[in-house]
């Protein structure tokens, strides 16, 4: 598969901050070089590697190479011409001398180039860094674009976005000495999964369910991202967030915010996320009374016992809430939200249940007998999208019977086509597409949710129960 993105195809250098951790060695490098074989990076495109760990340019390509070289298909001759679009700057995240040093390497490929190249800042560290990133970046003047047409400036932000709405209107408060708000690209990998970005094709291109998507056909809405995996060895920053600002500040609540949103009138990235913010902030916040009765928190055996977890932890590794959105269109649905680790199945699906109709030409129905409608949109592990409906089973009598119309997306498309969300993402930003990247008002509309939950539970008001391992979380 090859990309033409012929208004973007401009001599370009992502500058990846963090360069040897984990994101960058597991996401990043395995994206680009992908996306390197697809032929759908700039003509002239270089990453700098800066991390603290001392490391030569070649030590730096050996790595990256040994990572490439263990990627399905990977040939030789490949990997060692995409290892030397490579370059690595040592130097703590605080000291003005790296950032010296970063600008003259960046000017000399600019020299090299004749050209004032683009840059992409991309911030795969953890979030206690970025205050200093973002000041020396902007004291060695490496923010600065070389002119309105030529060399443009952005930075790439990764979750989580803040550890709640003070943190995050704080980060937000100093990226916006730095950048415009077209210049910040603050990642949701969700958005750029492939079954995710088609919720609003699939919503809004289709006449099929629109029409039935509001409170009088829609009894309720249920989101669940559950994991069979544990914190492993992420404990120390684990205990510190837990599950709720782990997954449901921004996984949950972005599908969330795709299944209810209205129509944005266009594929326009400003409309589109205009519309999943006016989502968020219809979100009922939780008085502590409602947190006691609609919340449920859980941890799981052996938590406690994870190196870098407090032996006394408090951190919930499981929630529950049962939310609602102040819309009229969706007045009175309740929305269940879910996730944990340690559960007895990993899926991320999103069940909308339809209502009973009534009147209903159903037999029994006048006994109390119900038939609904189920959608299940599963975004992860097996990609489709299931709709329940009913058929008359063969016979004498009268009967009913449930059955799934089904569309399989890896079945439905050749090996090959999917892009990873990364790939997806690094492309956006390059060309300067923020549709799939989350807005100031998005996160802070749900940070003020999530809030409103974590106050209660700091109040030690709803109890923190611990479940097994491979079951369906506390009871």
Request: charge should be neutral; proline fraction near 3%; hydrophobic fraction near 40%.
């Given at each position: 598969m090859e990309f033409e993105r012929p208004n973007e195809r401009k001599p370009?250098?992502?500058?990846?901050?963090?360069?040897?951790?984990?994101?960058?060695?597991?996401?990043l490098i395995p994206a680009l070089f992908h996306l390197f074989r697809k032929k759908a990076l700039p003509p002239l495109f270089q990453v700098v590697g800066f991390s603290r760990s001392f490391l030569t340019d070649e030590a730096f390509r050996g790595m990256v190479s040994e990572i490439a070289s263990r990627l399905p298909g990977s040939q030789p001759e490949e990997v060692r011409t995409f290892?030397?679009?490579?370059?690595?700057?040592?130097?703590?995240?605080?000291?003005?001398?790296?950032?010296?040093?970063?600008?003259?390497?960046?000017?000399?490929?600019?020299?090299?180039?004749?050209?004032?190249?683009?840059?992409?800042?991309h911030l795969s560290v953890p979030p206690r860094y970025y205050p200093d990133i973002l000041a020396r970046l902007s004291d060695s003047g490496l923010t600065k674009p070389c002119s309105d047409k030529e060399g443009w400036t952005r930075v790439i932000v990764e979750k989580p976005f803040g550890k709640d709405l003070k943190s995050a209107q704080e980060l937000d408060a100093l990226l916006g000495k730095l950048f415009r708000?077209?210049?910040?690209?603050?990642?949701?990998?969700?958005?750029?999964?492939?079954?995710?970005?088609?919720?609003?094709?699939?919503?809004?291109?289709?006449?099929?369910?629109?029409?039935?998507?509001h409170r009088d056909s829609v009894e309720s809405i249920a989101i669940q991202l559950f994991e069979t995996e544990g914190v492993e060895s992420r404990g120390e920053f684990y205990d510190g967030v837990g599950a709720l600002r782990d997954v449901g500040q921004n996984?949950?609540?972005?599908?969330?915010?795709?299944?209810?949103?209205?129509?944005?009138?266009?594929f326009d990235?400003?409309?589109?996320?205009?519309?999943?913010?006016?989502?968020l902030k219809a979100l009922s916040l939780l008085t502590e009374s409602e947190a006691v009765s609609r919340t449920a928190r859980g941890q799981y055996e052996g938590?406690?016992?994870?190196?870098?977890?407090?032996?006394?932890?408090q951190t919930e590794t499981y929630f529950r809430i049962t939310g609602a959105l102040a819309l009229p269109k969706w007045q009175g649905v309740p929305i269940f939200l879910e996730g944990g680790k340690r559960l007895a199945e990993a899926k991320v699906e999103v069940t909308m249940t339809f209502s009973h109709p009534s009147p209903c030409l159903c037999p029994r129905a006048e006994a109390g007998e119900h038939y609904k409608n189920v959608l299940r949109y599963q975004i992860q592990p097996h990609e489709s999208v299931k709709a329940s409906f009913w058929v008359?089973?063969?016979?004498?009598?009268?009967?009913?019977?449930?059955?799934?119309?089904?569309?399989?997306?890896?079945?439905?498309?050749?090996?090959?086509?999917?892009?990873?969300?990364?790939?997806?993402?690094?492309?956006?930003?390059?060309?300067?597409?923020?549709?799939?990247?989350?807005?100031t008002e998005e996160i802070m509309a749900s940070w003020?949710?999530?809030?409103?939950?974590?106050?209660?539970?700091?109040?030690?008001?709803?109890?923190?129960?611990?479940?097994?391992?491979?079951?369906?979380?506390?009871?």
């Open positions: 370009t250098i992502l500058i990846m901050f963090g360069a040897t951790g984990d994101l960058a060695t597991r996401k290892s030397q679009l490579f370059a690595y700057q040592a130097g703590r995240f605080e000291e003005v001398e790296a950032y010296q040093s970063l600008a003259r390497r960046l000017g000399l490929v600019d020299k090299e180039w004749r050209t004032c190249a683009n840059k992409l800042f708000e077209e210049q910040v690209y603050r990642i949701d990998h969700y958005l750029g999964k492939e079954t995710a970005q088609n919720v609003l094709v699939f919503r809004f291109s289709n006449r099929l369910f629109e029409d039935s998507w996984h949950v609540l972005q599908l969330l915010a795709l299944f209810t949103m209205e129509h944005p009138g266009s990235a400003v409309a589109i996320r205009r519309a999943r913010a006016a989502a938590y406690r016992s994870i190196t870098g977890v407090d032996p006394r932890s008359k089973k063969p016979g004498v009598k009268l009967e009913l019977e449930e059955r799934d119309l089904a569309f399989d997306y890896k079945h439905a498309f050749p090996e090959g086509s999917f892009l990873d969300a990364y790939e997806k993402l690094i492309l956006d930003a390059i060309e300067g597409d923020q549709t799939l990247f989350v807005s003020k949710f999530i809030d409103s939950i974590i106050t209660a539970w700091q109040k030690d008001v709803v109890p923190l129960t611990a479940y097994a391992p491979g079951s369906i979380g506390p009871s």
